[in-house]
Structure formats: C-alpha cells, structure tokens
C-alpha cells in the first residue's frame, strides 16, 4: 500500500538557517504529493501541493520539488524564522478518493 | 469565515468509559471527516460523509466507534467503550466538495483523548 517516509524529528535550527526535511513515498500509480503544517494548538493547514513529476509546490517562502525518479518531496526554506515552528506532515494522496496518507510528521523548532 | 470547530479540546477517561466528540465543519461543506492521530504518527482516516451520508467507513472499529451527520452539518464521533488504544488526538475536517486533487481539506485543532 501507500505510505510516506519523513525524517525524525525535531529538528532545531537558529532563525535565518536553511531547512530541509525530507519525504520520500511509495505508491502505485502517479500520486499528488502534499505539505501540511501544523501550528501548535492549532488544525493542520495544507502548507503546499504537487500534482505531477517536476512539479514544484511553493507557499510562505517553502518548496518542495516532486521527484519522481528518487520518489522523494524534500521541503525546503532559505531562511526559517522562529514563527515556521511547527509540526510538518508530508503526505500523498493516489487513487480516486484523494484522501491523503500522511507520515508521522516532523517536529520544527526555531531559535530566535 | 470560521474555521472547523471541535469540542472538547481535551478529555480524559477511564476505560471501559464511553466518549463523544463534536465536529462543526465550515458552512456549506458538504464533506466532512475524521480521522485519528496517534501519538507519533501521522493522521489515520476514520469516516468521511458527505452531506449525512458515509462515503468511506473501512477504518473505522465499529465494534466500538460511532459516528453521525444527522442533518448535514455537524458531526459527532462516539467510542463506547474505551481502550487504552484509544488514546490519541481526533481530528475533525471539511472540505466543499469530495473528489478531486484540488479539493482541500480544512482541519480543526482536535480533541486530545487520553484513556487511563
């Protein structure tokens, strides 16, 4: 079946630092690939989206490229401010029912 | 526009103690969801209406899980009795319409359970 692999949190970083966490997927078929945030106390909010192979997803400063060749949506941002701490879910979503298999989620913390 | 609201927040229950959680999605969404976030893992679909009726209840443990839109609009999520497997965060979405890629879904904060 589907399923999403993220790594291991959290990762901590001073504000300004470059951030990465990376995805990778397995799915049959052709899948759409998410980031979905998580603010403390708050809902998941999706945060950015793929649909097809070299597409790039981009919102609030963070990217994700989808790779289809590495099955692989690494999330990226140039610069992290202390307000990007959060819980980061990758997830994908293949079929006709287009409800998303999420990973178990990577914990952010930013330093000021 | 309001988001999707949740009661309660937070819950804590003995087993064997029944539950129920209350889901109010966006006006005029027609989908609504819920799914089950364990602690370290990402969100597990439930259930998923549209409007009152279910569309997809194939993880749902209906030996002890229950759930209903009676009229199209809110929602509750019922566990009678409770495990200590149960113990998780329940989230609530919504979303206009209920395919296609585009279609997003707007969570609610949860409502922590905790069972002892």
């Known amino acids: 079946g589907d399923s999403v692999t993220q790594m291991e949190g959290p990762v901590t970083l001073s504000e300004e630092a470059f951030l990465t966490i990376n995805c990778t997927y397995t799915?049959?078929?052709?899948?759409?690939l998410f980031w979905y945030v998580q603010y403390p106390g708050e809902g998941l909010q999706l945060l950015l989206k793929a649909t097809k192979a070299d597409d790039k997803g981009s919102n609030k400063g963070f990217e994700a490229t989808y790779r289809k060749e590495t099955t692989s949506f690494h999330l990226e941002k140039g610069s992290v401010q202390v307000s990007d701490s959060a819980v980061y879910f990758c997830?994908?979503?293949?079929?006709?029912?287009?409800?998303?298999?999420f990973g178990r989620g990577t914990s952010l913390i930013v330093h000021p | 526009e309001a988001g999707v609201a949740q009661s309660p927040r937070y819950k804590i229950i003995e087993k064997r103690q029944s539950v129920a959680f209350w889901c109010n999605p966006i006006s005029g969404h027609a989908t609504l969801y819920w799914y089950q976030q364990i602690l370290g893992q990402g969100p597990k679909l439930l259930i998923q209406?549209?409007?009152?009726?279910?569309?997809?209840d194939s993880q749902l443990p209906k030996d002890r899980f229950s759930a209903e839109r009676l009229k199209g609009v809110d929602s509750t999520l019922k566990i009678q009795p409770a495990k200590l497997e149960d113990s998780a965060v329940y989230l609530c979405?919504?979303?206009?319409?209920?395919?296609?890629?585009?279609?997003?879904?707007?969570f609610g904060p949860g409502t922590r359970l905790t069972v002892l």
């Open positions: 799915a049959t078929g052709y899948p759409s």
């Open positions: 997830a994908l979503s293949s079929g006709g029912s287009y409800i998303p298999t």
């Open positions: 979405a919504s979303s206009s319409r209920t395919g296609g890629v585009q279609n997003t879904q707007y």
């Open positions: 209406f549209q409007n009152n009726g279910v569309v997809d």
